[in-house]
């Protein structure tokens, strides 16, 4: 029943049907995902998860392009987003720019960025110069440095009214859908209530029109430690360590490779 998504059915699939997001950054694991994800989004959490950097800050957009033709090139029939790296969309001449490169170098179908009322001029700028932009609000893990860290929101009634005043600006900038992250429940309810277009939340319970998982967390290969949020599909670290120590052992005692592995 794969349906290759565009904005305009991911718009309507709010009160229909619940959007599934993942993230990929090669076209192996793309591929993999292409005919079930209704999106796939190129994270700049490929920073930490691939590059093993501490945050995403130091993600590049030549690396964000990169990743993201690996992609494309994988899963054709997915609704590819790029994740447009800090840096690359301070002002609005910047971002359009970062933004038509993206376009004229990859087949992506559309750029995420990170900011509320802040951002909302930007997200306009873009997308009325017709690029397709994704909203992400909450916790914006570009703003870490400036932050101090990570911190969940939505914990005060003032808080909770700046991400819905967020998340109005944002729609009303053209965005198609928005991130929540690392939001309350009750307050991503809320948030989910005040807008028309999907909300896609990662930390933020089940009350949002989608959810987003980065993959290598969501499938076990991130062994450091478990955020509350991510739920485990696969042991992914440990099926990967099983199966190397059974090669090397299978070296070990020559009996890999077999008569029937031999030229
Ligand atoms: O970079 C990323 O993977 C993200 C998602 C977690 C929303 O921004
Ligand atoms: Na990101």
């Given at each position: 029943d794969f349906e290759k998504m565009n904005v305009t059915k991911i718009k309507k699939a709010k009160n229909n049907k619940k959007l599934t997001m993942i993230t990929a950054y090669d076209a192996l694991f793309a591929k993999l995902f292409e005919e079930i994800a209704d999106m796939i989004l190129v994270g700049d959490s490929l920073n930490m998860s691939f590059a093993g950097k501490p945050d995403t800050l130091s993600a590049t957009l030549d690396q964000m392009i990169y990743h993201t033709n690996a992609v494309c090139t994988g899963a054709p029939k997915a609704f590819v987003i790029l994740d447009m790296p800090f840096g690359t969309y301070n002002n609005e001449n910047d971002a359009l720019n970062n933004a038509v490169k993206v376009y004229q170098e990859t087949s992506a179908a559309a750029v995420k960025i990170e900011g509320g009322e802040d951002r909302a001029h930007i997200i306009k700028h873009l997308t009325s110069n017709s690029i397709a932009v994704m909203g992400h609000i909450g916790l914006m893990p570009q703003y870490v440095r400036s932050e101090g860290g990570y911190k969940v929101r939505g914990k005060t009634p003032e808080d909770t009214e700046q991400l819905i005043k967020d998340a109005i600006a944002v729609e009303k900038a053209g965005a198609f859908a928005v991130v929540i992250e690392g939001v309350m429940s009750d307050a991503a309810k809320k948030i989910s209530e005040a807008v028309s277009i999907p909300t896609i939340g990662i930390?933020?319970?089940?009350?949002?029109d989608g959810q987003v998982l980065v993959w290598s967390d969501m499938l076990g290969f991130f062994e450091e430690f478990k955020p509350k949020f991510v739920r485990h599909y696969m042991n992914g670290a440990e099926t990967v360590k099983e199966a190397v120590n059974q090669y090397r052992s299978d070296v070990q005692d020559s009996s890999f490779p077999a008569k029937e592995e031999e030229y």
């Amino acid at each position: 029943d794969f349906e290759k998504m565009n904005v305009t059915k991911i718009k309507k699939a709010k009160n229909n049907k619940k959007l599934t997001m993942i993230t990929a950054y090669d076209a192996l694991f793309a591929k993999l995902f292409e005919e079930i994800a209704d999106m796939i989004l190129v994270g700049d959490s490929l920073n930490m998860s691939f590059a093993g950097k501490p945050d995403t800050l130091s993600a590049t957009l030549d690396q964000m392009i990169y990743h993201t033709n690996a992609v494309c090139t994988g899963a054709p029939k997915a609704f590819v987003i790029l994740d447009m790296p800090f840096g690359t969309y301070n002002n609005e001449n910047d971002a359009l720019n970062n933004a038509v490169k993206v376009y004229q170098e990859t087949s992506a179908a559309a750029v995420k960025i990170e900011g509320g009322e802040d951002r909302a001029h930007i997200i306009k700028h873009l997308t009325s110069n017709s690029i397709a932009v994704m909203g992400h609000i909450g916790l914006m893990p570009q703003y870490v440095r400036s932050e101090g860290g990570y911190k969940v929101r939505g914990k005060t009634p003032e808080d909770t009214e700046q991400l819905i005043k967020d998340a109005i600006a944002v729609e009303k900038a053209g965005a198609f859908a928005v991130v929540i992250e690392g939001v309350m429940s009750d307050a991503a309810k809320k948030i989910s209530e005040a807008v028309s277009i999907p909300t896609i939340g990662i930390g933020a319970g089940n009350v949002t029109d989608g959810q987003v998982l980065v993959w290598s967390d969501m499938l076990g290969f991130f062994e450091e430690f478990k955020p509350k949020f991510v739920r485990h599909y696969m042991n992914g670290a440990e099926t990967v360590k099983e199966a190397v120590n059974q090669y090397r052992s299978d070296v070990q005692d020559s009996s890999f490779p077999a008569k029937e592995e031999e030229y």
